[in-house]
């Protein structure tokens, strides 16, 4: 009896996932990306829309639709709340946008924890560049600087944002913050035009695209910090914000900050779906999204074009979604001053 039940829930699996194919087959799966074209995260949507088609029963086609705005929370509203909840609508997100829900900001339209999370391909730590033709040489010199440097962001909630305020809060550093830049390219301009001073962004992204490959060769930008619990080999120069921390004797109180800010790093480069999209097809979508990760040929593309691959899966990101969201009152106070500007 137990080897016919076996037997019948087989049969009714693979028939499911068959049904899930015709679902798919002639359909088309718009990405939509919460960032500007030429992002590292765009870059890594793009990456993933070319390949994961092969991989899912029926075989859609994948376009890729930008919807960049107030640090991708306009894209990730998108997706929560207009998409359709069919799996034909997925979507890449900033990684720390979940800071905006935590305060209760009224233009967040979306629960973190209910996205349908399909995986992240890559994570990666965080740095601050600097001008190098700026007399701050390290972030000792960013605290006796007469007048604050300018770092640009793309909106509250966003590396450009809460990673100067948590050198202010744990180094006793100084920067003014200037937002509502559309995306990442728009404030590597400023900082080329001089309008602005500094930014911070992903280690991966500053090695990945221009203007980073002209600006390294040709020493216009220095690296202040990284977030990493050791120094990546590619700015070995750089210290860790912890050295910088034990250097500066920062109360443990201070610290306390990290795991839940460094969080983002877990999340990485998110994909979701909409919630409410049919278990057999997320089950479908992720095991796609992870078997695309370790296609040949995308990994052969993302060395062309030195994006890394390091993905996670959809029921670590669900997980740690329901984790970071659930925070003490004094914690979200101390979040706060990050995205206070």
Known sequence: MKKVSLLALFLLTATTVWAQGLFYQGKTITVVAGASAGSAYDLYARLMAQFMGKHIPGNPNFIVQNMPGAGSIIGANYIYSVAKADGLVIGAIQPSIYFNQLLKQPEVKYDWTKFTWLGSSDKSDHLLYMRADLPIKSLADVRRAKEP?????????????YMPKLLEETLGTKFAIVSGYKGGGEIDLAVERGELHCRALTIQAYHTREPYHT???TGFARILMQ????RDPRIADAPTIYELMNEHKTPDSERRLLPLVFAASDFGRPIVAPPGVPPARIKILREAF?????????????KRKNLDITPSTGEELEALAKQVMVQTPDVVARVKTLMDQ
Do not use: F, N, V
């Not at 440097?149 to 944002?161: F, H, I, L, M, V």
């Not at 977030?227 to 050791?230: D, K, N, S």
């Not at 992870?290 to 052969?300: C, H, I, N, Q, R």
């Open 149 to 161: 440097p300018k770092c640009g962001s793309t909106g509250a909630g966003t590396s450009g944002t």
């Open 215 to 217: 600006w390294r060769r």
């Open 227 to 230: 977030t990493g619990q050791t």
């Open 290 to 302: 992870l078997k695309t990760m370790s296609d040949p040929e995308l990994l052969a593309e993302a």
